[in-house]
């Protein structure tokens, strides 16, 4: 059994800045990658930002320059540096770790930016 566990949400005026937390724990050996999706009400998930074992990463065009992924590997976590928030980044954003065969999804972190 895999857990992840989001936390760092809140709200935050335009402008502002956050950091979102993922820890992983339960029985696993690593993941080949982890990174962070986000669904504003009454749309579809969308992939903000995702770090591969490789060191690779891809961002959202609607973040680059903006938002930062970061992965202890040592912790089994993922972080989401977000800056210069955006009214049209307010969202639920979901942690999603993935191994060979296997997709885990945290629980959500609400994020509300206020214009």
């Known amino acids: 059994q895999v857990q992840l566990v989001e936390s760092g949400g809140g709200l935050v005026q335009a402008g502002g800045s956050l950091r979102l937390s993922c820890a992983a724990s339960?029985?696993?050996?690593?993941?080949?990658?982890m990174g962070w999706y986000r669904q504003a009400p009454g749309k579809k998930r969308e992939m903000v930002a995702v770090?591969?074992?490789?060191?690779?990463?891809t961002y959202a065009d609607f973040v680059k320059g903006r938002f930062i992924i970061s992965r202890d590997k040592s912790k089994n976590t993922v972080y989401l540096q977000m800056n210069s928030l955006k009214p049209e980044d307010t969202a639920v954003y979901y942690c999603?770790?993935?191994?060979?065969?296997?997709?885990?999804w945290g629980q959500g972190t609400q994020v509300t930016v206020s214009s």
């Open positions: 770090n591969s074992i490789g060191g690779d990463t």
């Open positions: 999603n770790a993935w191994g060979a065969a296997e997709s885990y």
């Open positions: 339960g029985s696993f050996f690593s993941f080949n990658g």
